[in-house]
């Protein structure tokens, strides 16, 4: 295959990947596209890779992240995608390079991939993990998988069964080539297509693509009554909550409104209540009017609640937190958001990025970072403890976030987002399916509630209940189970990544050495040609 050929594969690739994440919910596209892209980069040498991964990946992330510059406008959005994009262009170059002979390597394939993600989720400034193959996958057999080693296993079986089609592309190929030679021989027998080569990768990539069908995803437990509430904000966009009072009292109305049907027997009372991130933008510890106006809602609902807001703390800075408010009690406890979003919450080497852009500063005051995990402990009316795992927004993309609030004893997670900053867009259906996955790798219910939506009540085999619409006020309200199985991703945490690492360091090394000795072997009078023909 011809190099203009190979580049355009790869942005066939990319555009296809964007088919396996909502909007769209096209979960096989991940595997096709996969195996679209090992067919691509395969003996193309590490130059030409990192070419060809950083068009695939330009032409993935440029739509698929549109959201991040509905309202700042595309420099951002742009930067961002070109950032995101570099990792899919260093997968290519390291896959490009181990498979310069030129023959489809389908481990090799996807180590790469699990190692170029999981680089991806951690740097810089601590990663953006957002898009993983697996958080497009809630809906499919693969994404069953989770529950056995998390997000980077789901990853490598993807890449897998995406190398092993490309592999049995490669050898139908082969074979259609040697059998065009034997006819236009005549004095040679007609080949044989080799089946076997065939069908055993095309039957282990069918294999890995029903797995997960025999993954269970148990859902019992003792239940709690959970109500979540989206109270909407007075419109869209950065300046969503320029209007702050209006949206405290968005949430307070939506409130009393659903226990005015709990009071009127319509509905079930909830033993504990949600409210999502930025509901109280008027810091609720330090406002006279706004912390009465709470403390008036949680006496009337008699019930504890969570409230997400903004606290005018440390001096000079701000705190993005999860409050909980316990009738005759008050503020009982807190969770501080471990991982702000750079460039959005902080900035980070301000004077840097400061001589490439003076908005750097529309960020006045950076969020300092919370230093522990969050659960709140609440008691039903019932007896039941709900131990509740927090996480604010973007948190959730974050494997170690996420399985510490488990590991610290939760029994439900609790997820507070404001989506009001991208509009009608399909960021908070992805926000939703990366919740919708992590129920499932983590064996826990989840609250997922919205400013604006989607929130949804999810169960632990990844099942959204009551999704709501964007920019409505809506209130999601049930019974979900409270567990503390503990499943093997947890107790695996970061290993299937590290081994990963392990093994394609190892391979790295051997190709290097093995090459090394293909090169003092070859005779002084070839070397230089041979040398430009593998570059």
């Known amino acids: 295959m011809n190099p203009v050929r190979r580049l355009l594969l790869s942005l066939i690739a990319g555009g296809l990947l964007c088919l396996a994440f909502p909007t769209f919910d096209v979960w096989v596209a991940a595997p096709l596209a996969l195996g679209l892209w ?38 951002p959005w742009l930067a961002l995608s070109t950032l995101q994009a570099l990792f899919i262009a260093l997968a290519g170059s390291l896959y490009g390079w181990l498979s310069r002979r030129g023959s489809v390597r389908p481990l090799a394939f996807a180590l790469v ?14 990663g953006f ?69 065939l069908v055993l990768p095309v039957a282990a990539a069918l294999v890995l693509g029903i797995a997960g069908l025999a993954v269970p995803l148990p859902t019992d437990g003792p239940t709690a009554q959970f109500l979540g509430v989206q109270g909407n904000v007075p419109h869209p966009g950065l300046d969503f909550n320029s209007e702050r009072r209006a949206v405290l009292d968005n949430h307070i109305a939506a409130t009393l409104k659903a226990q005015g049907d709990v009071e009127a027997g319509r509905a079930p009372a909830p033993d504990l209540v949600v409210w999502p991130e930025n509901a109280s933008d008027i810091d ?32 000079g800075f701000v705190s993005n937190v999860s409050l909980l408010f316990e009738p ?29 852009s003076k908005e750097v500063d529309l960020v006045q005051r950076d969020f300092v970072p919370g230093p522990a995990p969050g659960v709140f402990r609440v008691t039903t009316a019932s007896g039941q403890q709900i131990r509740a795992g927090l996480a604010i927004c973007f948190e959730v993309a974050y494997d170690d976030i996420m399985r510490d609030a488990v590991q610290s004893g939760a029994n439900v997670l609790v997820v507070q987002t404001n989506n009001a900053t991208f ?49 409505t006020q809506a209130v999601v309200r049930g019974a979900l189970p ?50 430009d023909d593998a570059a």
């Open 38 to 75: 090992a067919w691509a980069w395969t003996g193309v040498g590490g130059r030409r890779g990192f070419l060809s991964g950083l068009l695939g990946g330009l032409a993935f992330f440029v739509p698929t992240l549109s959201w991040s510059g509905i309202y700042v406008g595309s420099v």
């Open 113 to 126: 991939w699990v190692v170029t993600e999981g680089f991806r989720a951690r740097a810089p400034y601590g």
């Open 129 to 197: 993990p957002w898009l993983k193959l697996a958080f497009g996958q809630a809906d499919s057999p693969f994404g069953r998988l989770v529950v056995l080693g998390g997000a980077p296993f789901v990853g490598f079986v993807i890449a897998l069964c995406g190398a092993l089609l490309a592999l049995a592309a490669e050898q139908a190929l082969r074979a259609v080539s040697d059998r065009r030679t034997s006819v236009a021989d005549a004095s040679s027998p007609p080949s044989r297509m080799p089946s076997r080569r």
């Open 284 to 315: 609720p510890l330090r406002n006279a009017d706004a912390k009465s106006l709470i403390l008036e809602t949680v006496d009337a609902l008699k019930r504890p609640l969570i409230v997400g807001g903004l606290l005018e703390e440390p001096v």
């Open 328 to 356: 005759g009690k008050g503020n009982t406890d807190r969770y501080v958001k471990r991982h702000p979003v750079p460039f959005a919450e902080y900035i980070p080497n301000r004077d840097f990025w400061r001589n490439f």
């Open 423 to 471: 509009g009608f867009t399909a960021e908070s259906p992805q926000q939703l399916a990366i919740s919708r996955v992590r129920a499932m790798e983590l064996g826990r219910s989840v609250v997922h509630v919205s400013t604006v939506g989607q929130s949804a009540l999810i169960t632990p085999d990844g099942t959204a209940h009551q999704v709501t619409s964007l920019f």
């Open 482 to 531: 409270l567990r503390d199985a503990t499943t093997v991703a947890i107790r695996v945490g970061e290993a299937p990544e590290w081994v990963a690492a392990a093994a394609l360091l190892t391979m790295l090394a051997l190709s290097l050495r093995s090459g090394r000795g293909a090169r003092a072997r070859v005779p002084k009078t070839t070397k230089d040609e041979d040398d």
